[in-house]
T-cell receptor, first 117, second 113 residues
Framework: GAGVSQSPSNKVTEKGKDVELRCDPI?????LYWYRQSLGQGLEFLIY????????KSGLPSDRFSAERTGGSVSTLTIQRTQQEDSAVYLC???????????????FGPGTRLLVL | DQQVKQNSPSLSVQEGRISILNCDYT??????FLWYKKYPAEGPTFLIS?????DKNEDGRFTVFLNKSAKHLSLHIVPSQPGDSAVYFC????????????FGAGTRLAVHP
């Protein structure tokens, strides 16, 4: 079956512009996560969606970052007024329903490489 | 404050030998640990996991060891193969609640013939 897909695969933008990154999770997965990986760093948690529950936005680095998930499936991560430090690989992952005292494996997409000039 | 640390950014191993990748964590609330493998231009893929009720989990050539008292885990690959060359990320999280994983910075493994 299809895995997690992300688009675009690469994005170059000018400082101050807004960008939208898209994630299509695996069908049937109710949990969706956004991470970013800056150069030489590990994966940094950004935001988590679980079904119809309020998302956990605790990892978003500033109010320029926002994300939504429509219909419990596709998610869009929006970065407004991009800055050079936003340059990173943005990774999306999905998993089956989590909770219940155990962890579900997260499946990652290939990422979107964002470069802010 | 890095809660999950992979202190070796790179490791080079000869084909057929054992590769040992290390990971340390600081948060005693973590009780579920995973290793992910990442090839260039691809997303990380799940490799192996271990919960805190165990000290060892084995899957083929891959074994993860957990030392809770030392807050240390390691991934052993034996025998190492050239196709194992990738970046390996250690991740940790609490059981219960949801899967908010904390990742280390990764270790780049190179397996040479």
């Amino acid at each position: 079956g299809a895995g997690v897909s992300q688009s675009p695969s690469n994005k170059v933008t000018e400082k101050g512009k807004d960008v939208e990154l898209r994630c299509d999770p695996i069908s049937g997965h109710t949990a969706l996560y956004w991470y970013r990986q800056s150069l030489g760093q590990g994966l940094e948690f950004l935001i988590y969606f679980q079904g119809n529950s309020a998302p956990d936005k605790s990892g978003l680095p500033s109010d320029r970052f926002s994300a939504e998930r429509t219909g419990g499936s596709v998610s869009t991560l929006t970065i407004q007024r991009t800055q050079q430090e936003d340059s990173a690989v943005y990774l999306c992952a999905s998993s089956r329903t989590s909770g219940g005292g155990y962890q579900e494996t997260q499946y990652f997409g290939p990422g979107t490489r964002l470069l802010v000039l | 404050d890095q809660q999950v640390k992979q202190n070796s950014p790179s490791l080079s191993v000869q084909e057929g030998r054992i590769s040992i990748l290390n990971c340390d964590y600081t948060n005693s609330m973590f009780d579920y640990f995973l290793w992910y493998k990442k090839y260039p231009a691809e997303g990380p893929t799940f490799l192996i996991s271990i919960s805190s009720i165990k000290d060892k989990n084995e899957d083929g050539r891959f074994t993860v060891f957990l030392n809770k008292s030392a807050k240390h885990l390691s991934l052993h690959i034996v025998p190492s193969q050239p196709g194992d060359s990738a970046v390996y990320f250690c991740a940790a999280g609490p059981s219960g609640g949801y899967n908010k994983l904390i990742f280390g910075a990764g270790t780049r493994l190179a397996v040479h013939p």
